[in-house]
């Protein structure tokens, strides 16, 4: 039952406002004795020429509702108190009827391309990429529930002048029994010392240059070796990605649009939008901004050059409704450019174009740089936090059953869970000892939460005891706030999808895990009354929403811990 939209009905039987304008105004009160929904009449006292406490006891006055057991006039604003039991009973019934399908909508449909994660071919995965890659997948998954048909591309950054520069690097110090030993940390190496030693022998520099110009000219030998580096580095960007339980639905990256930059130079030539500029090939912007570069003065191409080929391309391919980039905070005027080109070139699908970007993660405050060395690694730190959670589990419950798997889930859900409750574009400075930690506003305290719902449905189910389908009221306070939350989380998942937000998502799990802990906390629920089945049916329907939440996050959820 949606409340909400009832409060929205009786407030327009009575004024002279479209719903949408009632909807947009309705607050929640701060104080929960104040009443569960309050509409503020002050933007009526100029049409009506009266107080705005007069307007709302006018209002209050004419209006009942079997759903509300209050409804009254508090100054300038109109409370609704929602009638307990009702809002129990109805979203018990709700929640247990539509099971993980809760919270289903059809906001939209069609195809949603969402370019994510995107890591550079020959480096190992830091923990810079997981930002992309976690949100990026929540997005997917929480598109997926609102009706769209998500479309993951791993945009691989497999072309460019650092290609040059790492075959340079191989050809100088490489070993090849080396790099199949481990090809990553080997290629990593290699284009770590490169750059140092570029510091004090700039020539290296050139040489690195005449390899990516040997690269693009199809010589065998740059050829074989871009090839080669490609393929074992995205062999390893699967197995972490495995780890993190995310895949793609498409790895075409840089190198693929190769051919298809020429055209879309061509095209910008036809259109008459293409002017030289200090040698260069540009697009002007608009008046009091730089022109944006489409080649070089030396004749080559840039990253937008090939992002309107791909954005061209994915049109094509994929029809798309919406197209998401799941990249950086500091490339947001590289996408202002992509979005204002194509506008330029007569595309209206640009203005379906969204940058979803994100702050940085750093450590003891301090930027993480792969170029410099000053990197930490994204396998080492999921494996460092199964390590902590399975430390955890042994102290905490010895004799679990599959402790690997669930050390397995904890672990890398915590790294997720930590990333996505944070708002994403705030910077944050990232702990492992805090980041798994079973209390706190954490993964796994969430995790816990559930796993200890599902124990309770455990013993109940061997004392004969099983959540009721039919009597559902509850009047406790304890009920009422636990059922609140469960009653709002269509719109969490609404509200996170309009956003690209993620972490609306991750808040709302933590708030709905703290007010059942405070339920398990005050009320006895295994005692034998006529109520005890209902009880289970509220710690049946939370572990479904956390469950859920936790899911469309991209962490599992252990039924024990």
């Known amino acids: ?148 048909t998500p479309i993951k591309i791993n945009y691989l950054g497999d072309y460019g002048t650092q290609f040059g520069k790492l075959i340079a690097a191989y050809k100088h110090w490489g070993n090849e029994e080396d790099v199949k030993k481990d090809p990553i940390m080997n290629l990593f190496h290699y284009y770590v010392r490169f750059h140092k030693e570029a510091e004090d022998n700039p020539e290296l520099d050139d040489e690195g240059r005449e390899w990516f110009k040997k690269l693009e000219d199809g010589d065998p030998e740059a050829v074989k070796l871009w090839k080669w580096f490609r393929e074992v580095s995205l062999e390893d960007f699967k197995r972490i990605y495995k780890e993190l339980g995310v895949s793609f639905d498409s790895y075409n990256g840089e190198a693929f649009f190769n051919d298809k930059m020429q055209p879309v130079i061509d095209e910008l030539k036809e259109k008459g939008l293409l002017h030289e500029s200090r040698g260069a090939q540009v697009v002007d912007m608009g008046p009091d901004e730089n022109p944006a570069i489409i080649v070089k003065s030396d004749g080559t191409s840039i990253y937008l050059t090939r992002d309107l080929a791909a954005a061209e391309w994915r049109m094509k391919e994929y029809n798309f409704v919406k197209m998401l980039y799941v990249v950086g905070n500091e490339q947001a005027q590289h996408f202002v450019e992509l979005k204002t080109v194509l506008k330029k070139m007569g595309y209206d699908w640009s203005d379906e174009i969204h940058h979803i970007p994100f702050g940085l993660i750093t450590q003891g405050g301090k930027k993480l740089s792969t170029r410099k060395g000053n990197v930490v690694f994204l396998d080492q730190v999921l494996k460092d936090a199964v390590s902590l959670a399975k430390k955890q589990i042994e102290e905490k419950n010895p004799d679990l059953a599959d402790k690997d798997q669930v050390a397995h889930d904890v672990g890398v859900g915590a790294v997720v869970f930590h990333d996505l409750k944070n708002d994403r574009l705030d910077n944050f400075d990232f702990d492992l000892e805090e980041v798994v930690r079973f209390e706190g506003d954490t993964g796994p305290y969430v995790q816990y939460t559930n796993a200890r719902a599902q124990s309770v449905l455990r013993k109940a189910a061997a004392m004969g005891e099983n959540p009721s389908e039919t009597d559902l009221a509850l009047d406790d306070d304890w009920a009422f706030a636990v059922a609140k939350d469960l009653a709002d989380f269509p719109r969490i998942v609404a509200r996170s999808a309009e956003k690209f937000e993620p972490s609306v998502i991750a808040k709302f799990a933590l708030d709905l895990a703290k007010k059942f802990n405070k339920y398990y906390a005050n009320v006895k629920i295994l005692t034998k009354d006529d109520k005890i089945g209902a009880r289970l049916a509220l710690v049946q329907a939370t572990s479904i929403v956390l469950t859920e939440s936790l899911r469309l996050l991209g962490v599992n959820a252990p039924k024990e811990m």
């Open 1 to 148: 039952m949606d409340f909400k939209n009832e409060v929205v009905d009786l407030v327009a039987s009575q004024v002279d406002l479209p719903k949408e304008k009632i909807a947009a105004l309705i607050e929640r009160p701060k104080n929960a004795k104040m009443g569960d929904y309050a509409f503020p009449a002050f933007i009526l006292a100029k049409t009506l020429h009266k107080n705005p406490a007069e307007i709302a006891k006018n209002i209050a006055d004419n209006l009942s509702s079997d759903n509300f057991a209050n409804i009254q006039a508090v100054g300038p604003y109109v409370n609704f108190a929602i009638d307990h039991e009702k809002l129990v009973s109805s979203t018990l019934k709700d929640v247990l009827t539509e099971k993980e399908h809760y919270g289903d909508q059809k906001i939209g449909e069609g195809n949603v391309p969402i370019d994510m994660s995107s890591p550079n071919i020959a480096k190992p995965m830091s923990m810079g990429h997981l930002r992309s890659t976690v949100i990026g997948n929540s997005i997917a998954k929480t598109m997926e529930k609102v009706g769209y």
